[in-house]
């Protein structure tokens, strides 16, 4: 019973730890904030964890960063060989899409934290270094359907494509923080995504 109470309140610190981080943002967010923000006293927070750094790579670990990276890398690879007009009707697209779809729905306030709430922790350049991957995976894809079709994408091109995709996942973090129901998230990401892709169909046509 009483390891029952236990996970209770470390799942309460963690909801309230999230919810601050993602309204203050690491730098500005204290451990007492936490723990009123929790209903926990500031010494029961500490026999949870060690400090701010610890709780928030606890919440934002590793392996929850991974797979928001390989959501992003499976959902675009689908694409590879076939037009992005095309491969928005293909199957397997549709299940990859609702995967990253229900992923951010999901982990709203952590994806929210990651992307624009990292300041002094080790994801501070998290966004840029995201959208370089997102422009490997675009060169990838390229070559996939017309292998000479890279050589285009003069410097000019390419620096238009790394503000757009910044673009786009700035607009996927403000739906986040707009919407917190699974439903409307998903019909603004949908629409999100209708236009993002009609624009790089037209840039890399």
Known sequence: MVQILKEEIKKRIDRAALKVFSEKGFRDTTMIMVAESAGVSVGNLYHYYKNKKDLFRCLISPDFVREFKNLIDAKMHTADGVSLENARGLPLMNIRDAALR?????????????????SHTQYSHFGEILVERIMNNVYKYLESVQPDKAIKLNPEKQELL???????????MNILKKYDRAEDIAVA?????????????????
């Open 102 to 118: 229900e992923y951010l729905a999901k982990n709203r306030l952590k994806i929210i934290v990651l992307l624009d709430k990292n």
């Open 162 to 172: 790394k503000w757009i995709y910044s673009n786009f996942l700035q607009a996927i």
């Open 189 to 205: 990401y949908e629409l999100l995504l209708d236009y993002h892709i009609g624009g790089i169909s037209k840039l890399l046509g």
